[in-house]
């Protein structure tokens, strides 16, 4: 078994891993267990005798402290599935050994293009080697990158027991990409107090906010009857969803936002000329604005429904996640040491706020404060991932610092 931070990459992407919102199952889909088995099984050879995969689809494993002294225990966390947003099937790994700069053609699909101007990250990767796709499929960097490096840092702690540290907890979790990744994640029996995601992108990058973020469902029960005579009867719920859709504010759409710009964004229309429903998501990193947001859609839902006398509707909001640093703020060690962490590893650490969620953002508000450390994946999601060699070793000398400075400032 090779065991460099890239050989591990390698092997995992190559399992199709990817989950599917439409499935009640936990995991939604049985091949994210293969992964796990393979996980359990490396982990095992590297000594860490607890691993195992529930059935649930989480794998779960130790590292044993090496000093007498109490030190907090951590937990290094990363998810297994890739996002059904672009296919995960039959992934080819392709290697741009020292990068000389500019646009990189991918060689599977001549339309797919990592261009500098959309990657600009790439500008400082020259003289690195780069890892992308064939241009087919998505690469799933995110979050097999944090796999690999936690996996990697995992042996280097086992192997060299010069390095101090108290006990770390390994977390592997199937469906983040679909929000269930903390769905059955068993928090007493993982015994941390602390935990970092390794699922961020950009080297020396940690994020210790997030999105908050609720989910909203439409549905609109319309008037049907023969088209034939429908004259001043019909009512077409499909039509009405699709009127609220065009007065949706342009000025929040996901397209027309950024910083710290929170926004609204339809995601899924399904239904018939009797009943429709309408799927969105709504996003803000503070919930006041999320509370403003979702008055603004049902207020411009009713203006639509005073034209559709005969039909109704139903306006349900779900809670998804909330933003973390509402509870790392009363934790600052967890991203203060982060930050030394990082500075050790030799980088100049940058803090910021995720346009997203992670698992950290609900394990936090379950009881196990995260922030969330880069992996160095880029462009997730698309056929245009990658992520560099170089990044993934720096990720994997920052846990090993992480569990140093634990162990010093315990």
Request: proline share 4%; net charge negative; glycine share 10%.
């Amino acid at each position: 078994m090779t065991d460099t931070v890239v050989d591990r990459f390698l092997r995992y992407v190559v399992i199709d891993t990817q989950s599917n919102p439409e499935s009640s199952t936990q995991p939604s889909t049985e091949k994210q267990k293969k992964l796990g088995r393979m996980l359990v099984e490396e982990l095992l050879a590297i000594g860490l005798s607890d691993a195992h995969l529930d059935e649930h689809g989480y794998v779960y494993a130790s590292i044993p402290s090496n000093v007498e002294k109490p030190v907090p225990v951590i937990c290094f966390c990363s998810h297994m599935d890739t996002a059904p947003d672009f296919t995960g099937t039959d992934v080819k790994p392709r290697t741009v050994s020292n990068y000389r700069g500019g646009d990189i053609q991918l060689s599977g699909n001549s339309r797919q293009v990592i261009r500098v101007g959309d990657n600009p990250a790439l500008l400082d990767q020259i003289g690195n080697d780069i890892i992308t796709t064939d241009g087919t499929t998505l690469l799933g960097a995110d979050d097999k990158a944090g796999l690999a490096e936690i996996m990697t840092a995992a042996q280097l702690l086992i192997d060299n027991p010069n390095i101090r540290h108290g006990t770390i907890k390994l977390l592997f979790t199937p469906d983040e990409e679909i929000g269930r990744g903390v769905d059955k994640v068993d928090l007493q029996k993982l015994g941390a107090e602390f935990g970092y995601t390794m699922d961020g992108e950009t080297a020396g990058h940690i994020e210790d906010e997030t999105f908050s973020a609720d989910g909203v469902k439409i549905t609109i029960q319309g008037v049907a009857i023969h088209p034939g005579f429908a004259k001043r009867k019909m009512e077409n719920a499909i039509k009405i969803v699709g009127a609220v859709i065009d007065r949706l504010p342009k000025e929040v759409a996901p397209e027309a936002t950024s910083g710290r710009q929170g926004f609204v964004h339809p995601i899924g229309v399904t239904g018939s000329m009797e009943q429709a429903v309408l799927s969105l998501i709504v996003r803000d990193f503070e919930e006041g604005g999320l509370a403003v947001k979702e008055a603004m859609l049902e207020t411009l839902l009713k203006d639509v429904m005073t034209d559709y006398a005969g039909s109704t509707y139903t306006f349900e909001t779900k809670q998804q996640y909330r933003n973390m640093k509402v509870v790392l703020d009363e934790h600052p060690e967890v991203v203060e040491n982060a930050l030394e962490a990082i500075r050790r590893a030799g980088m100049q650490p940058v803090r910021g706020s995720i346009r997203g969620g992670t698992d950290g953002s609900r394990l936090s508000f379950m009881g196990l404060p995260c922030a969330n450390v880069f992996a160095g994946g880029h462009a997730f999601h698309s056929p245009l991932e990658w992520v560099s060699r170089q990044d993934m070793e720096k990720a994997v000398s920052v846990l090993v610092e992480l569990a140093k400075v634990w162990e010093e400032r315990a």
